[in-house]
């Protein structure tokens, strides 16, 4: 009789990876989180060590540097950072799910090579999809390219795009014929630098306060058709595959915030004493904890099934709806009740929960709406 190895038991391999990120986490970022998200900025020798661990090259192939692992290596690595600082994870998470996914699979041999080789050494990538007018209608993006010559010429404005204060290297999604809809969506390598091409507002946020999030200005920017990322007018596919990975990745950054949540309530809990005992040992809190437990578990179980299931190349669209769904929803809520458990000092900066609380809130928002996941999910169980 064969056995199916539980979904949370990990190979020697995984076990060690997540026990490696999980000590550079507490040891090279926690001591900077405070000071990060009031900065509003990561400090540029976090950045650095994310790509000497190489973090932000988790999966990319060793020939072109990479580290040669798994999707579900990303996740496990997104998870633990997000336990110690969810804005550092919102960077390697869109790093490798989003960014570096893109390039190796609708990438040309010569674009591998080229941008591939930099990801994994210092380069930083964005994902320019979203637009004033296109949100949860992703395709409804207004921002043009127009052919001339051997280039395209884009203009147009993007918004609240992650990593856009570091990034050295963009994916632009731009229409190449507007009256064709979401059929002439296209992909654009762009570098900083480009004529045309800069960084405009940078966002002053609720949470994730350290990971930068800013507007793109495209005025006349001009792109070589080299840096065409996959066929004209196929930029939707890239879109819809990558955002439906990426789903899953969010699902584990809020899993790893909810955990981080628990670790800090189950200390504080053990530690606070009231009318002469720990409130560990009162019942009211026991309760508390051990739903919060619960609701983390049945969190995880979700994420690492709908990782597993994309590394083996089966259906997994409507688990990472379902992942990234209720890993919001777990965030926001166990982020809650730790605040609870910690009682006035939770309520303070002093104390990382007060932070790790306002980091849930854009679970339910970006990579797809709570309600746009209801879509998806409730379209899997009707067709």
């Not at 580290?67 to 633990?80: D, P, Y």
Request: aromatic share 8%; with cysteine.
């Amino acid at each position: 009789m064969t056995v199916t190895a539980p979904l949370t038991q990990l190979s020697d391999e995984e076990t060690m990876f997540r026990n490696t990120v999980r000590d550079f986490a507490k040891r090279e970022i926690g001591p900077y989180v405070r000071e990060m998200d009031e900065a509003g900025k990561i400090r540029p020798d976090v950045y650095r060590k994310l790509f000497e661990m190489g973090l932000m090259s988790i999966d990319i192939p060793e020939e072109y540097g990479g580290q040669g692992g798994s999707f579900f290596q990303s996740i496990l690595a997104i998870e633990e950072l997000a336990a110690v600082d969810p804005a550092i994870s919102v960077v390697v998470d869109v790093q490798n799910t989003l960014f570096n996914n893109a390039i190796q699979r609708w990438g040309t041999a010569e674009q591998k090579q080229k941008f591939l080789t930099r990801i994994c050494v210092d380069l930083p990538g964005a994902y320019a999809l979203s637009e004033a007018g296109s949100g949860s209608d992703a395709f409804a993006l207004q921002t043009r390219a127009v052919e001339d010559g051997g280039d395209y010429v884009l203009t147009g404005r993007k918004l609240w795009i992650t990593n856009a204060g570091e990034a050295g290297l963009f994916l632009v999604f731009a229409n190449v014929n507007l009256e064709a809809g979401y059929k002439g969506i296209t992909g654009f390598l762009v570098e900083r630098g480009t004529a045309g091409f800069s960084v405009g507002k940078k966002e002053d946020k609720l949470g994730i306060r350290a990971s930068s999030t800013c507007e793109l200005i495209l005025d006349a920017c001009r792109v070589p058709k080299a840096n065409v990322l996959g066929q004209v007018g196929k930029g939707y596919k890239i879109a819809i595959e990558t955002l439906n990975e990426g789903r899953i990745g969010i699902g584990a950054q809020m899993l790893g915030l909810a955990a981080g949540a628990m670790r800090h309530a189950l200390a504080y809990a053990k530690q606070r004493k009231q009318f002469g005992k720990a409130i560990a040992e009162f019942q009211g809190v026991q309760f508390e904890l051990a739903e919060m437990a619960v609701q983390v578990e049945a969190t995880r179980l979700m994420v690492y099934n709908a990782a597993r299931l994309r590394d083996a190349g089966l259906p997994y669209v409507t688990e990472a709806a379902m992942a990234k769904y209720q890993a919001s929803i777990v965030a926001e809520n166990v982020a809650s009740k730790a605040i609870e458990v910690l009682g006035g000092v939770g309520f303070t900066k002093d104390y990382p929960v007060e932070k790790l609380y306002r980091d849930a809130k854009i679970g339910r928002i970006y990579e797809g709406t709570s309600n746009m996941q209801r879509v998806t999910i409730a379209k899997a169980l009707l067709s």
